[in-house]
């Protein structure tokens, strides 16, 4: 399954879709558009607009099948505080959470490609020893691919509780020390790395990093990945096209980007700072074990970059597919579920 996986994210749409107001090849559909020709379609928008969504895009085979915004929840206090106000676009610029995980996995994976950085060599050869709270010399087996797969048997204070690799737990607080990893092997600041490297190739010019509200970054991790929906999805379509951005610049090689989804030992639903839907049971980033697929009604070849507050990107090489959602949480807690119940309806 996971060859095959590999073998479609390389093999995957060669034709991306450059997305913006001017720019699209196919223009989005309205609401409006699709309610009167799809029930489905418009069950899926309603679903979403009624659980906090302020944007929705689907892309199917290089074509924008859903191009959706929505004003913004009123009186939401903790949606405010991932809000950056408004692209020329249209489109919120909105903290994506959790999201950035995966496009740092990306940066790690690039770093990779120019070797200045090994993941089986230790955090502290890039970052001072000490860095943690645990032993010296338990520090030191702590690799930087313990830290992309949430195994590093650090808790959230740093504290050693585990073997390195034995234990996923999801570490929020410890995983925010790969972007210190990227940054001083590459010697500039994360910002300059992730414009040359990322932003830019790809054309994601409103992404951008910033600094956190407190009430945010308290939990560790104070810089939020500020995007757009569309900025998004020119993310996942550079994926879909096997590293390869609209522009036709490479961003990332084709064995770096595939090693990303190869199954962390600690959970089979996680990869390299990604989610995965085709492990035989799931351990969850709250906690507790799922058995069968991480998110039942889609794809099995789903990879997921996946924050709070419901934020979603997923890739789906079978289909040729990127779905993007931002906005606040949808309070379903069966979100991912009822999305793709709904979703491949129409694309099924």
């Known amino acids: 399954m996971r060859n095959a996986l590999l073998r479609l994210i390389v093999a995957a749409t060669a034709s991306t879709l450059a997305l913006g107001p001017a720019a699209c090849a196919t223009p989005p559909a309205t609401t409006a558009e699709v ?41 939401d206090r903790m949606f405010a505080n991932f809000v950056y106000g408004q692209a020329d676009d249209g489109g919120l610029l909105e903290d994506v959470a959790s999201q950035q995980k995966s496009f740092v996995a990306i940066l790690v994976a690039i770093a990779i490609d120019k070797g200045l950085i090994d993941i089986n060599s230790p955090v502290s050869s890039y970052l001072r020893a000490g860095w943690s709270k645990a032993s010296l010399e338990q520090e030191a087996r702590i690799r930087v691919i313990d830290v992309l797969t949430m195994s590093s048997g650090l808790d959230e204070t740093f504290s050693y509780v585990a ?24 010697g500039r600041p994360l910002e300059a ?60 090689s084709k064995a770096q980007l595939n090693a990303l989804f190869n199954r962390s030992p600690a959970n089979p639903a996680y990869g390299r700072l990604w989610w995965l839907n085709d492990g035989d049971y799931a351990l969850r980033a709250q906690g507790g074990r799922q058995d069968g697929q991480l998110i039942p009604a889609a794809p099995v ?3 997921g970059a996946l924050g709070a507050l ?34 491949m309806k129409i694309i099924g």
């Open 193 to 252: 790395v992730t414009q040359d490297w990322l932003t830019k190739p790809t054309g994601m010019k409103d992404t951008a990093w910033r600094k956190r509200p407190a009430a945010l970054a308290s939990a560790g991790n104070d810089t939020g990945l500020v995007t757009t929906p569309h900025d998004v999805a020119r993310f996942g379509l550079m994926l879909l096209n096997g590293g390869v951005a609209e522009s036709g610049a490479r961003v990332v």
């Open 163 to 186: 073997p390195p690799g034995s234990v996923f737990f999801y570490n929020t607080p410890v995983y925010a020390i790969a972007k210190r990893v990227v940054s001083t092997a590459a």
């Open 301 to 303: 070849d789903l990879l």
């Open 310 to 343: 419901d934020r979603r990107l997923y890739v789906v090489p079978s289909r040729h597919l990127v779905v993007v959602r931002t906005g606040a949480a949808s309070r379903d807690p069966s979100f991912d579920q009822q999305l793709w119940l709904r979703l």
């Open 35 to 75: 309610a009167t020709v799809s029930l489905e379609t418009r069950d899926l928008l309603d679903y979403l607009r009624r659980h906090g969504s302020t944007g929705f895009i689907v892309i199917q085979n290089g074509k924008t099948l859903i191009d959706q915004t929505w004003p913004p929840p009123a009186n």
